[in-house]
């Protein structure tokens, strides 16, 4: 009986092995997959640091721009900004669920904001300025519980500032300069008070909100 009781705990331990290791490797292929997408949705790497670094011959947490948590080893930065990237921003890093810093800016991205990026509800800071996204801000935004940063300046954002950003209780930077907004109506319901906004009820050209503690000035 003891013989019996042994054998059956280590099949099922091994069982629980497998099913461990299989649930990684399929986390790792996840994570993967979505940056690859992205690097196929390039139409120019002039620079070549995707082109050249991000193979499946290497190791995902050692491509170049990403970053890996230390236990779980999913990917939860990626820092591209700056490389002269041109392209659409693929619905498919909406998959890298485990990310907290995305930062895109300063390239030549095109296109909307894919719904798809409401996944990311670890996401802390979002940097997409300096681009040519389109489109309205995304109420979804505010479904994004972490966001803290959100920098989204120097496109060509239209439309109106959902409301729905004010429920981000987190939120310590919104900086939303240099776009076509037409309609500036935001209603703030968070328990921090506001400092240095300007409002306009025009098109918008500058717009940059900090929020009070958040140790900046505007």
């Not at 940056?35 to 949705?41: D, E, G, P, V």
């Not at 990310?99 to 390239?107: E, V």
């Not at 987190?170 to 907004?181: G, P, R, Y």
């Not at 968070?190 to 009070?212: A, D, E, Q, V, Y």
Request: aromatic share 10%; net charge positive.
């Amino acid at each position: 009986m003891e013989i019996i009781f042994s054998i059956s705990s280590l099949t099922l331990t091994l069982l629980l092995l497998k099913i461990v290791s299989s649930a990684t490797l399929s986390n790792f292929t996840t994570d993967q997959n979505a940056l690859l997408a992205f690097k196929t949705s390039l139409t120019s790497d002039p620079l070549s640091p995707l082109t050249k670094n991000w193979s499946t011959n290497t190791p995902t947490c050692s491509w170049v721009g990403v970053s890996c948590g230390f236990k779980h080893r999913r990917v939860t930065a990626l820092n591209v900004s700056g490389y002269q990237l041109v392209g659409n921003i693929p619905p498919h890093l909406g998959n890298l669920t485990f990310l907290r810093s995305l930062d895109i800016s300063s390239n030549n991205f095109t296109g909307v904001i894919p719904s798809e990026l409401f996944k990311l509800r670890r996401l802390e800071e979002m940097n997409m300025g300096f681009n040519n996204l389109t489109g309205e801000i995304p109420p979804w935004f505010g479904g994004l519980p972490q966001l803290q940063y959100i920098y989204l300046g120097n496109n060509s954002f239209s439309g109106s500032i959902p409301s729905e950003i004010g429920s981000l209780s987190l939120l310590s930077h919104l900086s939303l300069f240099s776009n076509h907004f037409t309609v500036c109506l935001i209603l703030f319901q968070c328990s921090k008070k506001l400092f240095g906004i300007t409002h306009h009820t025009g098109p918008i050209m500058n717009f940059h909100m900090i929020f009070r503690g958040s140790g900046s000035s505007a």
